[in-house]
């Protein structure tokens, strides 16, 4: 499969995955929704992206697009593009379906997609979960899940800017 193929199959469009989640839910399938800047992928993401898609049947990422994270994080960031952070969250088995914002929050895309499940790493308590109140108000359920200590792409980050000072 080809980069392109990969992508394809997994990224969509705000319209097709609003539809895509109505149609799941219909069928009794359960969606968890979780969103981030996914910059560099590391243990921590692929621990917390296992936990959230055993949640329920589909997982779906809402990714922040290149201007969001520049806006969140700061002129140096992404360090990745979102096309490549999109493919790289493509090939991990537990993702199902990719749905790039260009808002700062996912708040619009959550009332959307209506999740089941809306989860954030646990640096994040409940009443702080953009979109918690849409979720709860429609009988789903909102987590923050364990967050994986010593693993973020901020500390990445400063450890190998550290690494380049020593230099």
């Known amino acids: 499969m080809v980069k392109e193929d990969l992508i394809d199959s997994k990224l969509k469009s705000v319209e097709t995955i609003e539809e895509m989640a109505a149609k799941l839910r219909a069928w009794d399938k359960k969606v968890v929704f979780t969103n981030g800047c996914f910059d560099i992928i590391h243990s921590g993401h692929v621990k917390y992206l296992f936990e959230a898609k055993s949640l329920g049947d589909i997982l779906i990422i809402g990714l922040n697009s290149d201007n969001s994270v520049k806006r969140l994080k700061g002129n140096s960031r992404p360090i990745n593009r979102q096309d490549d952070r999109a493919y790289v969250l493509s090939a991990l088995i ?74």
């Not at 987590?143 to 450890?159: F, Q, V, W």
């Open 94 to 167: 537990m993702v199902d379906y990719i749905v790039i914002f260009e808002e700062d929050t996912p708040y619009d895309l959550i009332k959307r997609i209506n999740p089941d499940f809306l989860v954030k790493g646990g640096d994040w308590p409940v009443k702080d979960i953009v979109g918690s109140d849409i979720v709860l108000a429609s009988g789903g359920t909102v987590k923050s899940l364990p967050y994986h200590a010593g693993h973020s792409t901020t500390g990445i980050i400063e450890k190998t800017e550290g690494e380049v000072r020593k230099k």
